[in-house]
């Protein structure tokens, strides 16, 4: 099993920039990638971007540019650095684990709040 605790959110201003981290303990070998999604009040919860093991990473389309997702594999910690923010990125950002075996993990959540 894989603990996530997520910290750096807050609230911005537009075209301001924030840094999420995602701090991994437990089974942290058996990861085998690691994400951010969110979910904005009344809407489902999306993929923003995945990094795998291996260093291979993906975007959500509306993020690509934006923002950049990383690991530091000696501290086991995912980061999530998000430039140019913008009011539609408003939402709770999450961080999920993956583990080789399939089994999944989520952290609590941190709020992103993007003023115009």
């Known amino acids: 099993q894989v603990q996530l605790v997520e910290s750096g959110g807050g609230l911005v201003q537009a075209g301001g920039s924030l840094r999420l981290s995602c701090a991994a303990s437990?089974?942290?070998?058996?990861?085998?990638?690691m994400g951010w999604y969110r979910q904005a009040p009344g809407k489902q919860r999306e993929l923003v971007a995945t990094?795998?093991?291996?260093?291979?990473?993906n975007y959500n389309d509306s993020v690509k540019g934006r923002f950049t997702i990383s690991r530091d594999n000696a501290k086991n910690t995912v980061y999530l650095q998000m430039n140019s923010l913008k009011p539609e990125d408003t939402a709770v950002y999450y961080c999920?684990?993956?583990?080789?075996?399939?089994?999944?993990?989520w952290g609590q959540g941190t709020q992103v709040t993007v003023s115009s």
């Open positions: 437990g089974s942290i070998f058996s990861i085998n990638a």
């Open positions: 999920k684990s993956i583990l080789v075996n399939g089994l999944t993990s």
């Open positions: 990094i795998t093991k291996g260093g291979i990473t």
